[in-house]
């Protein structure tokens, strides 16, 4: 899928960008980001640079738009928002970071582990920026704040919905690319499934392997992924593969078997409204309230700053119960939730590699 470039600044204007793309949105005003303004009355603007498949994911980079919409809603605050290109380099987000932080955005956020190269080269840069990174806690500095989740942990109670759902015995678990971050979402998984039912058979596949990152935005190889596990039996299966998710999701759907959403509640994604009621479940990672909270923390003058984690215990990953189906599964809900209780009593430990 080929994406275009975007720096989106809401309610203000923009100079162009030296960006590979056009600037839009925002009705036309002075120039009130640049952050070499001696004005004093620069607007106060927060940024996020999505990762690979770009807003409109239906997952991981919608999520930390609607914490995006939040900040600017009820901090009363301007939003600028910049989009990846298909096969872009490092360069390519040294450059958007660094025009992001030029124009007097506060915080800016790269939304994947892809940027911390890019964040480690540009922050120095800019002191007095906060720079978000999510899902990384490689590059660290006093203006760094590094976002990340327990996802595991949310991986685990999916692994357990998945087995006692399950009819076949097999289950399946697709990943976008084969990397640390994504290893830890089929660890938990798949230890969640074997807790719970030691026969379970689990089906693993990735969609490429690193440096090729494209496995996070290829729905149909997502979708034939998901068809060669329905093809080995599995009736319920789990994509943690950003938008690539979206086409295990169809697959998984059609073949009228579960499929088990990622990062937000995908049953209710209005683009896989069409797969709604195959959608058993979502492991929740609250990327929102993270983007919001860092934003926040920037307007109250206390900028978060290292790493700041999210798990089961701050309800910062989790299992939506969205779909009325699910809530009717009284017995997958109460193990389930004892699994939760566990793991947040360390009862359980929930380990972060296959």
Not at 62 to 80: C, M, N, P, R, W
Not at 110 to 137: L, R
Request: include cysteine; charged fraction near 25%.
């Amino acid at each position: 899928m080929r994406r275009i470039t975007r720096i989106a600044t809401v309610g203000i204007a923009s100079a162009a960008l030296a960006l590979s793309a056009t600037a839009c949105g925002g009705k036309k005003s002075s120039d009130a980001t640049s952050s070499s303004s001696s004005s004093g009355t620069q607007e106060k603007s927060a940024a996020i640079a999505y990762d690979i498949g770009g807003r409109g994911d239906q997952s991981f980079n919608d999520a930390a738009y609607a914490g995006l919409e939040k900040a600017k809603t009820e901090l009363k605050i301007k939003t600028a928002e910049a989009e990846p290109t298909e096969g872009e380099s490092e360069a390519d987000k040294v450059q958007r970071l660094t025009e992001l932080a030029r124009k007097g955005n506060n915080p800016v956020i790269g939304v994947g582990f892809s940027y911390a190269p890019a964040i480690k080269k540009v922050a120095p840069k800019f002191p007095n920026t906060t720079f978000g990174i999510i899902d990384d806690t490689s590059v660290t500095d006093k203006n760094i704040a590094n976002l990340v989740f327990n996802e595991e942990q949310g991986s685990y109670l999916a692994g357990v919905a998945a087995a006692k759902t399950s009819k076949t015995g097999t289950v399946g678990f697709i990943g976008g690319v084969e990397v640390p971050l994504i290893k830890k979402f089929e660890a938990g998984f798949t230890q969640g499934v074997k807790d719970t039912n030691p026969n379970a058979k689990v089906l693993s596949a990735y969609l490429t392997q690193p440096p090729d990152f494209s496995g996070f935005a290829k729905p149909d190889l997502g979708k034939a992924t998901a068809k060669g596990q329905l093809d080995g039996g599995a009736d319920v299966i789990y994509a943690a593969a950003g938008l690539a998710g979206s086409g295990a999701i169809e697959a998984t759907a059609t073949a009228g078997k579960w499929a088990i959403g990622v990062d937000s509640d995908q049953y209710n994604q209005a683009g896989l409204s069409k797969y709604k009621e195959h959608i058993l479940t979502s492991v929740t990672k609250d990327v929102s309230s993270a983007v919001f909270n860092l934003i926040k923390s920037v307007e109250d003058g206390k900028p978060q700053t290292g790493e700041v984690r999210y798990g089961l215990d701050k309800n910062g990953v989790g299992l939506a119960d969205s779909n009325p189906e699910y809530k009717k599964m009284a017995d997958v809900i109460a193990a389930v939730e004892k699994a939760k209780a566990d793991i947040i009593a360390k009862k359980i430990t929930v380990k972060t590699a296959p």
